[in-house]
């Protein structure tokens, strides 16, 4: 019971804090400079959050051809540029990543 | 009720459909159209997560389908100089950042790449 009641409120905050922007961006005039911004938010913020996904393996920066996610990501990167296709990519990325993992694993031992 | 549906990726691919479209009156309801599908496939996968999620084996890495999909939606945004040098900068700086706790480091290197992508856009 206590676990529902945990769960609606935690919800509801995560909801207003959503809220409360869309709802005040309405009423406020914004300088133009905050627009021009905006066209970057998507593209800065999904890069900061990949870079590390794929740089860093155990909380430690892994940036060399040993790391599969490095590549792999690298592949969906050209993947992604070339078919625009978004199934595509996550396979192609995925299946590079599944044969570097197999193919590092039986070098390495 | 749009702002309950907002999650990352509900953000993501109405954001970037803004950016093609530009505001139309319709745009709010790709977002619906976009939010709803995702919150119904959320909750499916969530309950199938519960259920299988158990049973697969980390060593698969399905972990790495998140950076993918990222990656699937922002590689064809990248239209010009100045959303290259936005992407370039917020995944270095996202790198170098890493160490920071409670995710500052993300909002840091966003904030860092926004400003430098607004910098490369006025000299073009």
Not at chain 2, 9 to 30: K, P, S
Not at chain 2, 57 to 62: D, N, R
């Amino acid at each position: 019971m206590n676990l529902w009641i945990v769960m609606l409120v935690v919800g509801l905050f995560t909801f207003l804090t959503r809220w409360s922007f869309l709802a005040l961006l309405e009423r406020i005039p914004l300088p133009a400079a905050f627009h021009r911004a905006l066209r970057f938010v998507p593209i800065a913020v999904l890069s900061a959050i990949i870079a590390p996904e794929i740089g860093y393996l155990d909380n430690m920066l892994f940036l060399s051809p040993q790391n599969p996610r490095l590549l792999a990501g690298i592949v969906a990167t050209l993947v992604a540029y070339f078919t625009k296709n978004v199934v595509w990519t996550i396979v192609a990325g995925m299946m590079f990543f599944w044969v570097l993992e197999f193919w590092l694993s039986s070098v390495a031992k | 009720m749009l702002a309950y549906l907002l999650t990352d990726e509900a953000f993501a691919v109405a954001a970037l459909n803004y950016q093609r479209e530009g505001v139309t009156r319709f745009g709010h309801w790709y977002f619906l159209g976009a939010g709803l599908a995702l919150w119904t496939s959320w909750q499916v996968s969530t309950a199938v997560g519960i259920f299988l999620g158990a049973q697969v084996p980390e060593a698969w890495g399905l972990d790495f389908t998140l950076p993918l999909t990222f990656i699937a939606l922002v590689v064809p945004a990248l239209k010009d100089k100045a959303g290259i040098v936005t992407a370039l900068t917020a995944s270095l700086a996202a790198l170098l950042f890493f160490g920071l706790p409670y995710k500052f480091g993300l909002i840091a290197a966003a904030a860092l790449a926004i400003a430098a992508g607004m910098w490369m856009e006025t000299r073009e």
